[in-house]
């Protein structure tokens, strides 16, 4: 449930921080003294799109902040685990607002996306609208409103699951049986397959080839530079390496027995004299391994050209030819036996067909059931919110579609008449603006508490009823403020009296700058306020006596 709400240059609020309480809260105020204010930092806090204009006037930005106890949500609990968000069982969202339109987001301290907030806010808080009710008549928000009275989470998801699983199959099939001639493509294929399995390298032998190719491309070079080397280490001239080595180690020798201490430098020249020789044999043993053969060199070259004409013709480089080798191999298999892939996946997708027609009959049955149910109880409501007579009822019937549906096998359309003897008809067609809200209303009261949300929020729901009816619907609203966390902005005295709590707000002029000012309001003055909304500014003992009855009269 909500705890708190902090508000800073929003809109015309200069800084609120607001507790709440269990029960039913009611917010009052004078027209445009900004009531739905907490409503919309409440809505921006679950995600929603900021723009600029929710920054004060004369300020850089907008922050908000609400805390929840999650006590009694343990889906919020889980989710903050799962995304890392969780903090010893807090829960705060936080967000800043730009004046340049730019907004961040926190929970808990650390940083997340409007999706992650909107995620989080799904457990935590349900917002209706005063303007909510035209979502009414849309038909497929009406089936959605059905399925979420009669609690059918499970069996839509295992229709939506199989009508995707017999979708996703016929998919197969109609790739493999719509590639034309299977017998055409396997040639095709095994033909490209052929060539490359006589042609195609795999890294290793690619590499070894272009080796190859280089050193019988300049084989002369390399027979011609390896011999000059060889002569340079040991050959007739008289600069010859290893000529100077042998003079340099002799004289060394003789300047040894003279000072023993030269007798390490004369080993070593004896060690690179033994080295250079290794050098001139291995020189020697590479000039007889070289030969000059044109022939051989033509081959590897047609080879190489064989592997470029493969890779334009592919579109590939000559590395990746063996990989789709592998690649056409494993289609020609699939192709050798697309016939009986092709049955297997035919009788699989019968089998999921069944699957789908007994999980869409019983969502069929829990429908109509739910659809009596529902007909039955807004329908009461209806009476009670005035609408004497009138009937709601819920006509489901057969979309008529051959193929699976993931909505299920039927069409769903609300069915209401406002007054005894007449035919009900669809509700987008007669509805006044009037009786849709007060449908809608009914509806609403119908269908709550069917969740784990623990803050429920109305914002001036009751628009276009009064009287008695809206004390009924101040009744409602107490009532479930006793099993859940309720917040309600409303214009109406009779819905006010209800709350358990009630904040008032109003607007202050300091002589040039207009805020908004949010109160808890104790017995006194809340008599005053219910006062003021039955009998506008001048407030009489008779209005103060009448506020007093209807708060009495709502304790009882």
């Known amino acids: 449930m909500l705890r708190s709400l902090y508000v800073k240059d929003f809109a015309i609020v200069g800084e609120a921080d607001i507790s709440f309480q269990n029960g039913l809260t009611v917010v009052t105020g004078e027209t445009g003294a900004g009531k739905s204010l907490m409503v919309d930092a409440l809505l921006l806090l679950s995600g929603t799109r900021a723009d600029a204009g929710v920054v004060r006037q004369g300020c850089d930005r907008a922050e908000l902040a609400a805390e929840f106890d999650l006590t009694t949500t343990p889906a919020a609990q889980a989710w903050l685990k799962s995304e ?56 497929t928000h009406q089936m959605a409103l059905l399925d979420a009275y009669g609690q059918h989470a499970d069996a839509t998801t295992e229709v939506a699951a199989a009508a995707r699983r017999w979708r996703d199959i016929g998919k ?44 019988l491309a300049n084989a002369g070079q390399l027979l011609q ?15 010859a390496v290893r000529r100077s080595l042998v003079r ?75 990989p789709h080798a592998e690649a056409l191999r494993h289609e020609v298999e699939t192709l050798r036996n697309a016939g009986t892939v092709l049955a297997e996946l035919q009788r699989e997708r019968q089998v999921v067909l069944e699957q789908y027609k007994r999980a869409a009959a019983l969502l069929s049955r829990l429908r109509r059931e739910t659809a009596e149910r529902l007909g039955q109880e807004v329908s009461a ?12 009822s819920v006509d489901l019937e057969p979309h008529g579609k051959d193929d699976p549906d993931a909505a299920g096998a039927e069409r769903c359309e609300f069915l209401v008449c406002a007054n005894q003897g007449q035919v009900p008809r669809p509700l987008r067609k ?20 069917l969740d784990e949300v623990g803050t429920m929020v109305f914002d001036e729901v009751d628009s276009g009823i009064g009287g008695a009816t ?16 309720a917040l309600c902005v409303t214009h109406l005295p009779q819905v006010a009296a209800q709350g358990h709590h009630h904040f008032r707000v109003s607007k202050d002029n ?28 001048e407030i009489t003992k008779e209005t103060l006596a009448h506020a007093r009855q209807m708060l009495d009269r709502a304790t009882k």
């Not at 705060?92 to 004046?99: A, E, F």
């Not at 034309?180 to 080839?209: K, M, N």
């Open 248 to 322: 340099a180690r002799t004289e060394l020798a003789r300047l040894a027995e003279l000072d023993p201490s030269l007798a390490g430098a004369a080993e070593l020249i004896e060690a690179a004299e033994i080295q250079l020789g290794e050098v001139a044999d291995s020189l020697g043993r590479y000039q007889d391994s070289l030969d000059l053969d044109p022939e051989r060199l033509g081959e590897v070259e047609s080879q190489l050209s064989k592997l470029h004409e493969l890779a334009r013709r592919h579109r590939l480089s000559m590395a990746d030819l063996k």
């Open 381 to 392: 409501l209806m009476a009670e919110l005035g609408m004497s007579g009138g009937v709601f």
């Open 84 to 139: 890392d968000l969780d903090d010893d069982g807090a829960c705060q969202l936080r967000r800043v607002i730009r004046v340049e339109g730019s907004s961040r987001a926190w929970i808990n301290g650390r940083p997340v996306t409007l999706g992650q907030l909107g995620t989080l806010a799904e457990f935590l808080i349900e917002i209706h609208g005063q303007h909510e009710h035209q979502a009414l008549l849309d038909r």
């Open 225 to 239: 530079g390896s011999s000059n080397v060889a002569e340079l280490i040991d050959g007739d001239s008289e600069f």
């Open 172 to 215: 197969q099939i109609d790739a493999i049986a719509g590639s034309g001639d299977h017998s055409e493509r396997l040639g095709l294929l095994e033909r490209q397959l052929d060539e490359l399995d006589r042609h195609a390298l795999t890294a290793e032998q690619l590499a070894e080839l272009n080796d190859t190719h280089k050193r």
């Open 470 to 485: 809206a004390e009924v619907v101040g009744q409602k609203l107490r009532r479930l403020g006793a099993s859940r966390q």
């Open 430 to 449: 007669v509805a006044s603006g009037g009786e849709l809200s007060r449908i809608s209303l009914a509806i609403e009261v119908a269908a709550l508490g």
């Open 510 to 537: 300091d002589g040039g700058t207009t805020l908004t000012r949010i109160e808890a309001l104790g017995d006194k003055a809340r008599r005053e306020e219910i006062a003021r909304m039955l009998g506008g500014i």
